[in-house]
């Protein structure tokens, strides 16, 4: 089945730095990679997705990009604020296309 | 318009005994999927359904199991609580057909066995 590895477990940064969050996924058959952005006490927040027909997406300061001959896809977040300190989780839809596949997550840290 | 809605937010069992969380969907999604929330796992997929239909299954246990209504609320149960069970239980809901994936989380329910 779909595995996903996350990189780096931990960044800390400071205000307006950018941070890149980079994900790995197995299965060649995966075509949609959503990110969650996790706060303490809260579910996971839809922040940014990207599907395989796609190389790169930007929305203000988020950006995705997808190689999918690598298998690779990262979040590029750009002039960083505090308010983006929290935990970033990258995933991949699996085959089925009813069950998404976690990476382990990313503790970002913005210091001012 | 109302986000994924999650009951109860906080519960304490103990062990041995089962429980039943409850999640309601968005508005017109007709998919929910539940997962399992742990500092040592990670986020893990339970189960998914559709228009009352599990169409997907994690790899949990049978203790774990779900199932939705006709109004596409879903409840998922666990039984014969361990305390391994604790967790933050999340619900996700999606219209959950061809591209329409994007999956939108409630904000859990925190399990506690003791």
């Known amino acids: 089945g779909e595995n996903v590895e996350q990189h780096p477990s931990t960044l800390s940064v400071q205000e307006g730095d950018s941070a890149v969050i980079k994900c790995t996924y197995s299965?060649?058959?995966?075509?949609?990679f959503p990110w969650y952005k996790q706060e303490l006490g809260k579910g996971p927040q839809l922040i940014i997705d990207?599907?395989?027909?796609?190389g790169e997406k930007k929305d203000q300061r988020i950006a995705v990009t997808l190689n999918k001959t690598a298998k690779h896809f990262s979040l590029h977040i750009t002039e960083t604020q505090p308010e983006d300190s929290a935990v970033y989780f990258c995933?991949?839809?699996?085959?089925?296309?009813?069950?998404?596949?976690f990476g382990k997550g990313t503790t970002l840290s913005v210091s001012s | 318009k109302a986000g994924v809605t999650q009951t109860p937010r906080y519960l304490i069992k103990t062990r041995g005994q089962q429980v039943t969380l409850s999640c309601s969907p968005i508005?017109?999604?007709?998919?929910v999927s539940w997962y399992q929330q742990t500092p040592g796992q990670g986020l893990q997929f339970l189960f998914e359904?559709?228009?009352?239909?599990?169409?997907n299954k994690g790899n949990f246990p049978g203790r774990f199991s779900g199932r939705q209504f006709s109004n596409s609320r879903s409840e998922m149960n666990v039984s014969t609580l361990e305390l391994g069970d604790s967790a933050l239980y999340l619900c996700?809901?999606?219209?959950?057909?061809?591209?329409?994936?994007?999956?939108?989380f409630g904000q859990g329910t925190r399990l506690t066995v003791v």
């Open positions: 299965d060649s058959a995966s075509n949609y």
């Open positions: 359904y559709f228009s009352e239909t599990q169409r």
């Open positions: 508005s017109g999604h007709r998919s």
């Open positions: 990207i599907r395989s027909n796609v």
């Open positions: 995933a991949a839809l699996d085959q089925a296309g009813t069950a998404l596949i």
């Open positions: 996700a809901s999606s219209r959950g057909q061809g591209s329409n994936t994007e999956a939108f």
